[in-house]
């Protein structure tokens, strides 16, 4: 005799037109990076760094560069002490991309920090933009939302600036503590790793979870109703990368 199948009904985390946009910035970004591959073809790849610090000297010879940035991350939604809560999920930083030909002698940048400084049975910490400049044109990858207590997810960031193309970043997940069903919402994943997972009641009362990858929102923090307080998780720090080219 077959075994009946269960059907399991997906959680809804945005609607049509939110997944539409989505889907339109990441065709976008497909779309730049094919018209960089022909800009580009003359030359050569001199050189592809994630960055670091706050400066980088620029490669002699380069006459076009790529440079793709994240934004710092929220920190999730704490939990307050007393009280059925689940905390919501970070945000994650914005994306910025920037097709530059103005090549300085150094690049500077600002690599925006995740949140963390939310404390117990607190809103999360919003995190920090990052800002990368060709000594032309700056570049700015706003920071995600920080989660909030009572279940309140963060946000979608505000996408880029002043960026060659400019993507949002993504929404926490809510929190949520009724009846029998109770957690601290997800934070937003990035390109570059998870956010903080769901922190599930069979996990226990406690602060949310870390983000795993860089620009990924903070977890949210889970309580029963026990007289203890509790923080969110981290969000991930902002990144970047550089691609330069020149030569023949």
């Not at 710092?72 to 910025?96: C, E, I, L, T």
Request: charged share 10%; proline share 3%; net charge neutral.
């Amino acid at each position: 005799m077959a075994r009946p199948q269960t059907a399991y009904r997906p959680i809804q985390v945005a609607d049509e037109a939110t997944m539409r946009n989505l889907r339109k910035i990441q065709e976008a970004f497909t779309r730049i990076t094919e018209a960089q591959a022909a800009a580009a073809v003359s030359g050569r790849l001199l050189r592809a760094v994630r960055l670091t610090g706050t400066s980088l000297a620029s490669t002699p010879g380069t006459t076009l560069a790529i440079i793709d940035g994240w934004g710092g991350a929220g920190q999730g939604g704490g939990a307050v002490a007393g009280v059925q809560d689940g905390g919501g999920g970070g945000g994650s930083g914005a994306k910025g991309r920037l097709v530059t030909t103005s090549i300085p002698a150094t690049w500077n940048f600002v690599l925006g920090a995740g949140g963390s400084s939310g404390g117990v049975g607190a809103n999360g910490q919003a995190g920090a933009a990052s800002t990368f400049t060709d000594g032309v044109v700056t570049m700015t990858c706003p920071g995600g939302a920080g989660g909030q207590v009572s279940g309140v997810p963060a946000a979608a960031t505000a996408a880029a600036t002043n960026a060659t193309v400019a993507g949002a970043g993504a929404p926490g997940f809510p929190g949520l503590f009724t009846g029998f069903t109770f957690w601290g919402g997800a934070g937003a994943s990035s390109e570059y790793g998870a956010g903080g997972g769901f922190r599930m009641g069979s996990a226990g009362d406690g602060d949310g979870n870390a983000a795993v990858g860089f620009a990924a929102g903070g977890g949210g923090a889970l309580s029963s109703g026990a007289g203890t307080a509790y923080k969110g998780g981290a969000g991930g720090a902002g990144t970047g990368f550089l691609w330069e080219f020149g030569g023949t």
